[in-house]
């Protein structure tokens, strides 16, 4: 027996990919579809040798079973499109940040980024390795918070502040910084929240562009 993870795009599906979903589970599994905090379905219980058939009809319904590191682990809450009180579109921009960082960097170790529309945190950003939390820009339009270094279960901890709001538009070029940073001074194989934690907060800084780091 196996599972399928289904890789949606920060969690969002049509009514016809639900019903696939459901044919899935039915017709290959036991009828259970289980969900995830990572906004993506798990369907357990399919036979080995029908893995192949169930991951067709997920993939010809526009769905995948795979993603990139980057795709997997990013979460965000319906942000500014679908809910009053977000202060970012965080559902349009983490999927910009996804397509950015997947174009400049391949990674060996996952990073979980959290982008939620304002404090209530339905997509908790302060336990993403990082985390970004909705509030006006410095101009007033649309802005983040960002927040490193947050786990949970036995990584569990807090994110500690890496800089005050900032502009939706900068974040791509901000966490492309972040992540080359960490890729060129982290231990052998050491994963995003191993190499934060490794720093002070004054180190964290460090890991900004430099405009950013003389302004925080
Ligand atoms: S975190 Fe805020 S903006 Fe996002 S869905 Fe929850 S209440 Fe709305």
């Known amino acids: 027996m196996s599972y399928i993870g289904v890789a949606l795009e920060l969690g969002r599906l049509s009514p016809d990919q639900m019903r696939v979903l459901a044919e899935v589970a039915e017709t290959y599994g036991e009828g259970d579809i289980r969900l995830t905090v990572w906004q993506n379905p798990i369907i357990p219980f399919i036979k080995n040798e029908d893995i192949e058939a169930a991951c067709a009809l997920i993939e010809v319904a526009g769905m995948h079973v795979s993603a990139s590191a980057f795709a997997a682990g990013v979460v965000a809450c319906t942000g500014k499109w679908g809910c009053k009180l977000a202060a970012a579109y965080t559902k349009q ?12 960097f ?16 339905c997509a908790q950003h302060y336990i993403g390795d990082i985390g970004l939390m909705g509030a006006a820009a410095p101009s007033g339009g649309e802005g983040y918070q960002i927040v490193i270094g947050g786990g949970s279960d036995l990584d569990q901890g807090l994110a500690r502040p890496l800089v005050g709001a900032v502009a939706a538009e900068d974040i791509n070029a901000i966490l492309e910084h972040v992540v080359g940073e960490y890729l060129k001074r982290r231990d052998p194989g050491a994963s995003f929240l191993e190499f934060a934690r490794s720093l002070s907060d004054a180190d964290l800084q460090t890991l900004l562009p430099q405009p950013l780091q003389a302004a925080a």
């Open 93 to 104: 921009d983490a999927l910009a940040l996804t397509r950015h960082l997947e174009a400049h």
């Open 106 to 121: 391949t990674l060996d170790r996952p990073i979980n980024i959290h982008l939620t529309g304002c404090n209530n945190s």
